[in-house]
C-alpha cells in the first residue's frame, strides 16, 4: 500500500511560483514512479509530470515544460512540484500519484496506470 498527501496549494498571481509537495509512505514506495496529474474545472484531469522511481528520469507534459520541475526527496519520502512562471491556465486542483507496476517510465503518463492517489490540492492563478 502506498498513500499519498499534497500540500502546497494556494492562491497566486500570474507569473509567481509555487511548490506542491506529495508525502508519500508504503513499503512499496521506492520502486513507484511517481506522477503528478491535474483537473480543471469541465476538463478532463490531465498528465502534468511524473519521475522514475529510481529519481533518474523525469517527464513533463508540453504545457508545462520549462516552468515545471518534478523532483524525489527519498530521504523524506516526498515528491515535489515547482511551479514558475504560472499562467491562468494552470488552475487546477493537482493530484499525486503513483504507479507501482514495474512499467516504464513512459507509461506514467496514462492515469489508467496508477495504483494509488491523493487528495488534491487546489491551484488557483489568477491574471
Known amino acids: 500500500q502506498v498513500q499519498l498527501v499534497e500540500s502546497g496549494g494556494g492562491l497566486v498571481q500570474a507569473g509567481g511560483s509555487l511548490l506542491l509537495s506529495c508525502a508519500a509512505s508504503?513499503?512499496?514506495?521506492?520502486?513507484?514512479?511517481m506522477g503528478w496529474f491535474r483537473q480543471a474545472p469541465g476538463k478532463e484531469r490531465e498528465f502534468v509530470a511524473a519521475?522514475?522511481?529510481?529519481?533518474?528520469?523525469?517527464i513533463y507534459a508540453d504545457s508545462v515544460k520549462g516552468r515545471f520541475t518534478i523532483s524525489r526527496d527519498n530521504a523524506e519520502n516526498t515528491v515535489p512540484l515547482q511551479m514558475n512562471s504560472l499562467k491562468p491556465e494552470d488552475t487546477a486542483v493537482y493530484y499525486c500519484?503513483?504507479?507501482?507496476?514495474?512499467?516504464?517510465?513512459?507509461?506514467?503518463?496514462?492515469?489508467?496506470?496508477?495504483?494509488?492517489w491523493g487528495q488534491g490540492t487546489q491551484v488557483t492563478v489568477s491574471s
Open positions: 500519484a503513483a504507479t507501482c507496476r514495474g512499467y516504464g517510465l513512459g507509461a506514467a503518463s496514462n492515469e489508467y496506470n496508477y495504483d494509488y
Open positions: 508504503g513499503r512499496t514506495f521506492s520502486r513507484c514512479h
Open positions: 519521475i522514475s522511481w529510481s529519481g533518474g528520469r523525469t
